[in-house]
């Protein structure tokens, strides 16, 4: 799909949340229709370039980029249910099948943000080795010049796989918790 510009918006490009925007249009499609803002973006770690096309028409462009870089996040979500809890298809094909299914799988998600904050929170036990990579590469990043966007959003949402295996491996199987907590401890340590 192709668009004609049919004109610029303006934005502080001065302004440090809007490093890396390049531009901010209204544009049309070139077969008709209406009228649509079209954010082009540069990603200032990798300079990997990024066009988000909406309807939005007030917020500032920096923000429109961050609702997209999080809607990627929650993307990252769904890949979590089919690539690390195996949920790849619904039970049945009612409409409340459907929704019964997705209400389950949200709440085993939020369940699992839950315990893996409670055990950092009441035993100390966090995934130190991946906590150490996440602030590798915002240090990295913030060298190579990274902007306000490239590093306001930390994902947060996806579980790591090796508490996954931990908690399928220990629902299942009856381990006092103390003994659990050390396995889950000794995963974390390794690489």
Known sequence: ??????????????A???????????????G???????????DTTDGTVYTYITTEMTLPPWVIVLIYKHRWDIEKVFDEFKSKLYERKSWASS??????HAQFLCLVHNLMILLEDLILRELGVENDK????????KESALKRGASFIATALQRFTVRPLKF?????????CEAPWDHAIERLRRNFAIL
Not at 164 to 172: G, S, V
Request: cysteine-free; glycine content about 6%; proline content about 2%.
């Open 16 to 30: 440090a949340e809007n490093t890396g925007v390049i531009s901010d249009e209204i544009v049309v499609p070139s």
């Open 1 to 14: 799909m192709s668009f004609t510009v049919v004109s610029e918006r303006e934005f502080d490009v001065n």
């Open 164 to 172: 996954i295996r931990w908690l399928r491996n220990f629902t299942y």
């Open 130 to 137: 991946e906590a150490d990579r996440k602030q590798t590469r």
């Open 95 to 100: 409409v409340t099948a459907k929704t019964a």
């Open 32 to 42: 008709g229709g209406g009228k649509f803002r079209r954010v082009t973006y540069v």
